[in-house]
């Protein structure tokens, strides 16, 4: 009667596991794209009978495709993941942290608020095994350690977590029939890119369509060009220091920052309507531009999901193309790419959250949500013939040859400063404003904040 109670009990496990993997979204083994020794390798990881917590912001279809990637986590190591996502989660998960209750792993939309939690003892430090797998694995891998390195409760450094799935924002859209039509070629170095705005000048167009608009957000776009102009013209030290304020806002090398932009945006003969229409026109309507006949403008620098905000039917890669802003040849930068992206860090540790964080930095973590669609990644090891779509494989392999990778400055600021008098400021700016004026005013609301 035992051996044939024990012969059932282990059918049925055998048979759930067998579904299990079944509703697996890609079958282990079948695709060979996929980096399966890497699922392979998390069997050796037990945890059946352990649960893991996962908090983030990723709710609707985000959650779907992340639930379809943790899957595979579960399989392999027996463990139990519960995600919950929302849209309050950077006000719960202080809130959590505080009453003792945060989850096992934490998925922070931008590091400034990792940071301040680190600074008070709510995340636990990754050893330096992983760090080290991070530099190695991660396309300018030391740039994704130090976005995720901030101060412990002792004011040392401390290594906080992992970055995974990011955004693009060092791109420029033109259309692929424009350019044809007019003999322009992409632009591969800062100094291409200015002949080609002066070319098209010469040639009777207009290069730009710039908008800063967006309700009481208005300057924000402004903001974008500057940090992309800042790691073109001056190393990351120095990008890194302004973020934080050890380097002033009114230094001069920031204020040629702010000219660079100037370079582009208060000509008006380079910007259509002219420079007064730039900070008037809404950010979601000045691409529009470059699809009319004969074309308004030729290039639009904007982050990778201005595309939703094109004409409707227009196609990527047919009607509508980017290339990377590129850097100056002349200056011995590399290639400096701006963006964003969500970082895992462990809030409450636990044997299943430090194997959740090995997992979600291994190739097939990122291999499996690349297959479906919305995510980018900077991991060396994922396949890049898994994007689903060539836009953005032709993104990833941006972020792949990136030399240095920096977070969105003024993201990272003080909301006055990062959400306040920098847009002001670009707006004031664009509007003929002095830059030295401009950054000493932003300066001074700096100021008043200490």
């Not at 982050?303 to 990527?316: D, V």
Request: aromatic share 12%.
């Amino acid at each position: 009667m035992k051996k044939s109670f024990l012969s059932a009990a282990i059918a049925l496990t055998l048979s759930a596991n067998a579904v299990h993997a079944a509703d697996l979204l890609f079958t282990p083994g079948e695709d060979s794209r996929f980096n399966w020794e890497s699922y392979e390798a998390l069997k050796s990881v037990k945890l059946s009978g352990e649960t893991v917590s996962v908090f983030g912001p990723w709710m609707g279809d985000e959650k779907t495709n992340f639930e379809r990637v943790v899957a595979y986590f579960e399989q392999a190591t027996g463990a139990k993941v519960n995600y919950a996502g929302s849209d309050s989660f950077e006000q719960q998960i202080v809130i959590d942290a505080q009453a003792g209750s945060a989850p096992n792993v934490s998925v922070f939309p931008q590091p400034g608020l990792a940071a301040d939690l680190a600074a008070k003892g709510f995340i636990t430090p990754l050893n330096d095994t992983v760090k080290d797998a991070v530099v190695k694995d991660y396309a300018a891998g030391q740039s994704w350690v130090d976005l995720a390195t901030f101060k412990n409760q002792k004011g040392q450094d401390d290594f906080y977590g992992v970055f995974y799935r990011a955004d693009l924002k060092s791109l420029v859209w033109y259309s692929p029939d424009n350019f044809m039509d007019a003999g322009y070629d992409v632009p591969e170095t800062m100094e291409d890119l200015k002949a080609l705005t002066e070319q098209i000048v010469a040639d009777g167009g207009t290069p730009w369509c710039i908008g800063l608009g967006s309700g009481a957000a208005t300057g924000w776009p402004a903001t974008d060009w500057v940090e992309d102009l800042l790691l073109r013209t001056q190393p990351a030290s120095v990008y890194d220091g302004w973020v934080t304020n050890d380097i002033k806002f009114d230094d001069p090398r920031i204020v040629g920052a702010i000219e660079e932009f100037g370079w582009f945006a208060r000509n008006d003969a380079f910007v259509d309507g002219g420079a007064g229409a730039v900070s008037s026109t809404d950010f979601r309507d000045s691409p529009k531009g470059m699809f009319q006949s004969p074309p308004k403008c030729y290039l639009h620098r904007q982050a990778s999901f201005i595309p939703a905000f094109f004409p409707a039917g227009t196609q990527l890669g047919l009607d509508a193309d980017f290339f990377y802003l590129p850097s100056y040849a002349s200056k011995d930068l590399g290639n400096p790419v701006l963006g964003a992206g969500t970082l895992m860090s462990i809030t409450n540790d636990s044997k299943g959250a430090r194997a959740f964080i090995d997992f979600i930095r291994s190739p097939i973590a990122h291999e499996v949500w690349m297959a479906q669609t919305g995510f980018l990644s900077a991991h060396l090891g994922a396949n890049p013939e898994l994007y689903s779509s060539e836009a953005a494989k032709k993104q990833g392999e941006i972020l792949r040859y990136a030399t240095t990778f920096r977070f969105d400055g003024s993201d990272l600021m003080p909301g006055k400063i990062g959400a306040g008098s920098f847009w002001t400021g670009m707006v004031d700016y664009t509007g003929g404003k002095a830059a030295k004026e401009v950054a000493t005013d932003i300066q001074k609301t700096w100021d008043a904040l200490k």
